[in-house]
């Protein structure tokens, strides 16, 4: 009896240490290409990779409509918005 467990066990080894030799190693490969997709990723999102070589103004919104556009925005997200006075849990008007 523990020879016929030990049998599939010596063939399963076998099997093992035939197919690891016949294995190429992709290691080296992997290496290589390691990161590519994060590469690819962040070029894709570069649009203009020279921007910061431009010497041209940023054709836009002047500063006091802006700084003024800012102070609304900073104003209207400060104040809370207005609470109704009373409501009512349950179905109105049914009798």
Not at 1 to 14: D, E, F, I, K, V
Not at 63 to 84: D, L, V
Request: glycine share 8%; with cysteine; charged share 15%.
């Amino acid at each position: 009896m523990r020879h016929l467990l030990s049998l599939p066990l010596a063939c399963t080894l076998a099997a093992c240490a035939l197919n690891t030799a016949s294995i190429t190693p992709t290691t080296p490969q992997w290496d290589r290409n390691f990161g590519a997709a994060a590469r690819a990723t962040l070029a894709q999102q570069v649009m203009h990779a020279d921007a910061g070589r431009n010497g041209d103004p940023v054709a836009g919104m002047d500063g006091r409509a802006a700084h003024a556009a800012y102070e609304r925005y900073q104003k209207a997200s400060s104040e809370p918005s207005p609470q109704p006075s009373a409501f009512t849990i349950g179905v109105s008007g049914a009798k």
